[in-house]
Antibody, heavy 121, light 111 residues
Framework: VQLQEWGAGLVKPSETLSLTCSVS????????WSWIRQSPGKGLEWIGD???????NYSPSLKSRVTMSLDTSKNQFSLKVTSVTAADTAVYFC????????????????WGPGSLVIVSS | QSVLTQPPSMSGTPGQRVTISCTES?????????IHWYQQHPGAAPKLLIY???NRPSGISDRFSGSKSGTSASLTITGLQSDDEADYYC???????????FGGGTRLTVL
């Protein structure tokens, strides 16, 4: 499974951040598709994920500004974050999350290389 | 809310064994929730190292092992190598917030 993020690398404050993740080697039906970000010099922060059976699930801290969607026809999924500030500057990773209820449940097995998004005027 | 606490930094010399801890705390801790571990080199995406507390994905060296007892998990690296110098993160699930959480990360330096 290979994932690749793409989208605008520079976003103005108060505007909307948009990223898309293209998936190859796997259909969108088998996993939950996730976004995780990492602010410069900081740790990993789960933003949310989505799958066809459960719908979308977002981090409580970002829920009011985040929307995710799946495009099965293009085998890709997307992230939108509204009203961005400098605090949203980060490398954004897309990843697949295991949904089968075994020891693997919840693991992020496959990751994209990451896409740096800078919020600045 | 569930919090995963890791030591910010650790170090070791080549050939040594190091153990990185990950302690769960808070009201969101689940009794049957698994811990997963990731390795991240600078400028790269995280890589799954251990899943389900103590399982290695295909292709991961057996120098890496994981364990969990109660609310404490650990990642052990034996025969430390220079390429093990990286950041390590544990990950679990917060049952109260229904959210996936990561520990703050541990930077491992190989001296």
């Amino acid at each position: 499974v290979q994932l690749q993020e793409w989208g605008a690398g520079l976003v103005k404050p108060s505007e909307t951040l948009s990223l898309t993740c293209s998936v190859s080697g796997e259909s969108l039906n088998g996993y939950s598709w996730s976004w995780i970000r990492q602010s410069p010099g900081k740790g990993l922060e789960w933003i949310g994920d989505m799958n066809h059976s459960e719908g979308a699930n977002y981090s409580p801290s970002l829920k009011s500004r985040v929307t995710m969607s799946l495009d099965t026809s293009k085998n890709q999924f997307s992230l939108k974050v509204t009203s961005v500030t400098a605090a949203d500057t980060a490398v954004y990773f897309c990843a697949s999350r295991e949904v089968i209820m075994t020891a693997a449940w919840g693991m992020f097995a496959n990751w994209g290389p990451g896409s740096l998004v800078i919020v600045s005027s | 809310q569930s919090v995963l606490t890791q030591p910010p930094s650790m170090s070791g010399t080549p050939g040594q064994r190091v153990t990185i801890s990950c302690t769960e705390s808070g009201s969101g801790v689940g009794t049957n929730v698994y811990i997963h571990w990731y390795q991240q080199h600078p400028g790269a995406a995280p890589k799954l190292l251990i899943y389900g507390n103590d399982n290695r994905p295909s292709g991961i060296s057996d120098r890496f092992s994981g364990s969990k007892s109660g609310t404490s998990a650990s990642l052990t690296i034996t025969g430390l190598q220079s390429d093990d110098e990286a950041d390590y993160y544990c990950q679990s699930y917060d049952i109260s917030f229904k959210a996936w959480v990561f520990g703050g990360g541990t930077r491992l330096t190989v001296l």
